[in-house]
């Protein structure tokens, strides 16, 4: 493969939003990939925190092969066998009683809004439809999700936003104490915000929103899209705080890398989407929900969230010794593998130069490295990984 060709196409023939990295990726396996050129990576970054499971799983390959020679699409005018399946094992391990899908995580959140909405008006009154989320949060690329991302940066140029958003500080109980009132249709949250920096509420955020939420008639929606199947060593990281959601938003990893979302609900607030309200063409088909199906008993039958929290705990004590000896990182945190180490200076040169000696990092906001590995990282993989950022680090 010409790998200086593939770049001049992806230039000439790609919209530009995107600032890709140098290398074209070609080939995984567990907790590697390969570019074009045959170097390898050890992957911690897992395509932003969605291939659990690592690349070619045997199980997941297995379902892949299997669904797609078994019956590929069919539409939501009829039922189909696996995706009746994954609502009921979805429901079966978590807060849910009832399930929407969907094809990615911004739409999980959109159906998740407008849900909100219209339970709001129906149940309460017209003007029940504004949404509080919070800053530094992010929803997704679509109009409403990047309405609730509250990141400037996502916005702009894309102006109109959707009317009936509010932000208020992450972690502020007082703020969004201040903020709900009676149009406060939902809070929407995500339990840690990933994208915005691996900020970590401390531990009477969530309750506080419950609180909140039972007294005013809100919904409270945890984005668990990032947080969820796992990475942070529980399978939903509202096990943590000891409370439940009123509506959860699900994707990433819960097909190790095919498109699908998941806004999981309770019966009488699912039950205000009436036939022909809401609904999508690829949404739940029988090839996504066949392979997500195993992915997540997978996870299950194999004890993830327990293996990421024991392997999460050693990355963390890893990066805190190197901390110790490379004052740019100031501070790690984290929960099971979804860790962030704030830096002093910009994350960005430290990402590119651990993918030049072989390691696929991530970066959050401006100064913090994520780290987001498959969840089957163990120990060596560890060592690896901390082996390479110390002497990326040592080298600045
Ligand atoms: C917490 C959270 N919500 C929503 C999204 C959007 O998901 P998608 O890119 O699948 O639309 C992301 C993606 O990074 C996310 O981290």
Redesign the pocket.
Known sequence: MDTKQLFEWSATYHMPNFARAPIVLVRGDGMRVWDTEGHEYLDFGAG??VTALGHSHPRVTGAIREAGATLLHVSNLYHNVPQIHLAKLLCEHSFAEQVYFSN????A?ETAIKLARKYGKERFSTDRYEIIATHNS?????MA?VTATGQPKYHHGFEPLVPGFKHVPYNDLRAMERAVDNRTAAILV?PIQ??GGVHIPDDDYLPGLRKLCDESGALLIL?E???GIGRTGRLWSYEHAGVEPDVM?V??ALANGLPI?ATLTRRDIASVMTPGTHGSTFGGNPFCTAVALVCFTTVLDEKIPAKAARVGRYLIDGLRRIATDRPVIREVRGKGLLIGAELSAPAAPIVDACRDAGLLILSAGEKVMRLAPPLIADERDCDRALEIIDRVLAAR
């Open positions: 932003l925190a990615s995580g911004a739409e959140n992010f929803h997704g690329r679509t999700a995500e990933g994208e984005d899209i990032q947080t938003t994707a990433k979302g």
